[in-house]
T-cell receptor, first 111, second 115 residues
């Protein structure tokens, strides 16, 4: 079945460092791909999405490119801030209604 | 937009007790999902409703769990009897439609602790 694999955390970075969180997927067909973010004590929020190969999703300085050849959707940000500390979830949606989530990657940004 | 509203935020109960979690989806959203989040299993889809009708309950762990959606603005998830292994954060999420351009909107969750 469909699945998403994320790099294990926690990831700890200093403020203004470059961020990469790896995400790979296994799916039949042409799924849509998503990154969600969960701040402490809150529910998940959609961060960005890409619906077809080579699409780049972007929001709040974060970017991810849908790479079908490598079945990847890595999340990047050029300069992280303390306020980016959160748990990040990669997810895919294939035909139908269900989102398949990865296990999540915890990010801690220190001043 | 008030967002998805869940209550209570925290629930502590003893094993064997009945627990009811509540959810008010965003007005106009016709899809509603209940998820459970644990450290071990991550996010698991428990049940999915479309237009108030349960479409997929294959993720409901066992008969102790039940969910209802009596109308478009209210859903409940009930656990009876509760067990310590049910301790988790339970999220309700809603969306308008099911397609790729229908992002999920999550509530802030209910943290359930069963002692």
């Amino acid at each position: 079945g469909d699945s998403v694999t994320q790099m294990e955390g926690p990831v700890t970075l200093s403020e203004e460092a470059f961020l990469t969180i790896n995400c790979t997927y296994t799916a039949t067909g042409y799924p849509s791909l998503f990154w969600y973010v969960q701040y402490p004590g809150e529910g998940l929020q959609l961060l960005l999405k890409a619906t077809k190969a080579d699409d780049k999703g972007s929001n709040k300085g974060f970017e991810a490119t849908y790479r079908k050849e490598t079945t990847s959707f890595h999340l990047e940000k050029g300069s992280v801030q303390v306020s980016d500390s959160a748990v990040y979830f990669c997810a895919l949606k294939n035909s139908g209604y269900a989102l398949n989530f990865g296990k999540g990657t915890s990010l801690l940004v220190t001043p | 937009d008030a967002g998805v509203i869940q209550s209570p935020r925290h629930e502590v109960t003893e094993m064997g007790q009945e627990v009811t979690l509540r959810c008010k989806p965003i007005s106009g959203h016709n899809s509603l999902f209940w998820y459970r989040q644990t450290m071990m299993r991550g996010l698991e889809l428990l049940i999915y409703f479309n237009n108030n009708v349960p479409i997929d309950d294959s993720g409901m762990p066992e008969d102790r769990f039940s969910a209802k959606m009596p109308n478009a603005s209210f859903s409940t998830l009930k656990i009876q009897p509760s067990e310590p292994r049910d301790s988790a954060v339970y999220f309700c999420a809603s969306s308008k439609g099911q397609g790729y351009n229908s992002p999920l909107h999550f509530g802030n969750g209910t943290r359930l602790t069963v002692t």
